[in-house]
């Protein structure tokens, strides 16, 4: 990890200038910036996959700057927004699934709670940005009403979300790929897990209603420069329900089914996660740990998702050709990226929760025309999601955020997309390292994985850890990425305090990503070498990396919250937040029909739903059709 002294020195003078010619800047540059849910590097252009038909999204690469190694600090859709959108780790959001809203449960390095934080929008809109949003920024309902008015211009209404049809717009359940609310809860898919192709008018779909409201937004912004307008697509996020031509642009006989099939050898079971679809009628396709899907079931699955990410690019490309049309390109920063990674069957795992190379790679583009050796080049730096707000609000000349981010401009590398370093003080080795964490409940009766015989262990193979994880109880996987490998170190979590028993013997992964190799989706993480005698002391370099990263230099922070893993709640808050104990189940606001709060007498607010549900925040309720899952 260490560097050459005089390397060090050099990047510093370097990282010093950019920081001074950021803080004075010439102009101040417009914005456009799209999020893509559940979209990993699955494009041709920059990231080599050469089936896919992604014109608009090759086109703003070569225009612009490609990141070919960036991840998300956690693998699901909620904590990675509350984290990008803040310049925050997990650690400080203390968002760590999908029911948390870091207003409420955050505190950052500074002691700062999360209701004063500026985000991302916040920061561009007190800067004198017009900002002005649509779709899936944050996550829904976290916060509240997409934290308007006080992360948003109140110009243009913020464009709400449907991972359906425009907003407001009721979606039958009679239709094609309506979401289907008698798929158990405990089962591997949600309701709106499935796929298929329509047949029908474009604007019979979200993502072209928001592309239609983003070109809107574009056009009132136009008149009040600068701005900073976001849209974050549904798609190809399931239910994969796209047009039909997009489906027809791939040939089912051209999509294959991915050579790796089975979980990495000596994998520990809490590193899985099982998840899976539904096809019409509510078959649910479920892989178990050691037996993958069928092909045949596995092909209709990746062509819905290439179909899905194509559909999606489209809508990139009209609005990239309406913002030449009104001469904006040359003076915006437009930059797109994923939320997280995605699985498509490698290792024999599907969606993203997990804390493997598939789950947390995300692809990264940023055009930035004025930043002329940057147009068209490619950077290998480790590169973080929390980079991202302060690397825009650089290059789109705002005043320096004066809040405490956890995140590292990255503008040093639009001078030099060469280098691979930037001296920083912020815990990631001069950006040589990235960090991500999950939290996992079960290893699925397997504690090791046998490779030779796609079999379980009690023991894992080699020698080192043989710790094995409880029953029914949380452990949060902490993972170190370089160039050279891939560490997760798996602790037992406390969803109360936010904390991890770092005195237990952890149950460890070691993954060999030493050839670089980035454009190969079936050449990651193949063998856990975790437990190899020769790399006991790599085992141990790497184990204290991560130890003093996420123990040391970035704890997250004592004090009330909520969220995190499958603990309850511990506020009763507007937003909201429901009771761990006592008979007030919930506050006025928290209750309603969608998200299966009714204001019952037991914590949570649950009521008519089995014991479990009201423990775990309804992730285990099987008595009654599943409420409203995003």
């Not at 060090?8 to 990282?15: C, E, G, P, T």
């Amino acid at each position: 990890m260490a560097q050459q002294p005089c390397l060090h020195r050099v990047m510093a003078l370097s990282a010093a200038c950019w920081a001074l010619t950021a803080a004075t800047p010439a102009a101040k540059y417009n914005v456009l910036y799209f999020i893509a849910d559940d979209l990993r590097p699955d494009f041709l252009g920059p990231y080599g996959q050469d089936y896919m038909l992604t014109p608009a999204m090759d086109g703003l690469a070569k225009t612009g700057l490609t990141f070919e190694n960036a991840y998300c600090q956690q693998a699901v859709c909620g904590p990675s927004r509350a984290s990008f959108m803040t310049g925050r780790r997990p650690a400080r959001t203390r968002v760590f699934d999908n029911d948390a809203n870091f207003r409420i449960t955050g505190i950052d390095g500074s002691g700062k709670p999360g209701q004063d934080w500026v985000t991302c929008p916040e920061h561009f809109k007190n800067s004198g940005w017009t900002t002005l949003g649509g779709g899936k920024t944050f996550h829904p309902k976290h916060p509240p009403n997409w934290d308007q008015p006080t992360s948003w211009s109140q110009d243009v209404p913020y464009f709400p979300f449907d991972y359906y049809i425009q907003p407001n717009t009721s979606y039958p359940s009679t239709q094609p790929c309506a979401a289907n609310p008698y798929i158990p809860q405990t089962s591997c898919a949600s309701k709106i897990d499935t796929f298929c192709a329509v047949d029908e008018e474009d604007d019979h779909f979200y993502d072209f209603t928001l592309m239609k409201n983003t070109v809107s937004r574009l056009q009132y912004a136009e008149k009040h420069q600068p701005f900073f307008v976001q849209s974050g697509f549904a798609r190809p996020h399931a239910p994969w329900r796209v047009p039909l031509r997009f489906w027809e642009m791939y040939n089912t006989s051209n999509v294959f089914p991915p050579e790796n099939k089975y979980p990495p050898g000596g994998m520990p079971g809490i590193a899985w996660h099982q998840g899976g679809f539904y096809t019409e009628g509510g078959t649910v396709h479920c892989p178990d740990i050691n037996t993958p899907l069928d092909d045949a079931t596995i092909i209709g699955m990746r062509h819905a998702y290439q179909a899905a990410v194509s559909w999606m690019d489209h809508q990139v490309g009209e609005i990239l050709t309406e913002l030449d049309t009104l001469g904006l390109t040359d003076s915006t920063l437009v930059l797109l990226h994923g939320d997280h990674g995605w699985h498509l069957g490698e290792g024999n795992s599907w969606h993203k929760f997990t804390n493997f190379e598939l789950g947390t790679r995300i692809p990264l583009v940023m055009r930035a025309p004025w930043m002329t050796n940057s147009v068209g080049k490619r950077s290998t730096m480790m590169v973080e999601l929390v980079d991202v707000f302060p690397t825009i609000a650089a290059l789109a000349g705002t005043p320096t955020p004066t809040d405490d981010l956890d995140g590292v401009s990255l503008g040093p590398v639009f001078e030099d997309p060469t280098i691979t370093t930037i001296s920083t003080s912020k815990g990631t080795h001069d950006k040589t390292v990235a960090f991500s964490q999950f939290p996992h409940d079960s290893n699925f009766n397997c504690p090791w994985i046998v490779a030779a015989t796609h079999s379980c262990s009690a023991t894992p193979p080699g020698i080192g850890s043989s710790s094995t994880v409880a029953a029914n109880a949380t452990y949060m996987g902490f993972a170190a990425r370089d160039k050279k490998w891939r560490f997760v170190a798996w602790l037992p979590f406390n969803t109360h305090n936010y904390s991890a028993d770092w005195s237990v013997q952890p149950v460890l992964e070691l993954y060999d990503h030493s050839s670089g190799q980035m454009d190969d989706f079936n050449a990651f993480d193949h063998v856990n070498v975790a437990t190899d005698p020769t790399n006991v002391d790599v085992v141990k370099s790497y184990y204290n990396l991560t130890r003093y990263f996420f123990d040391v230099y970035a704890p997250p922070q004592p004090g009330p919250g909520g969220g995190g893993g499958s603990g309850n709640k511990t506020e009763c808050t507007s937003q909201g937040g429901i009771t761990s104990s006592g008979t007030t189940a919930c506050c006025p606001a928290a209750c309603g029909e969608c998200g299966g709060k009714s204001c019952g007498t037991e914590p949570g607010g649950k009521t008519a739903c089995c014991s479990t549900e009201v423990s775990n925040n309804g992730k285990s309720c099987t008595t009654n059709p599943p409420p409203c899952n995003y």
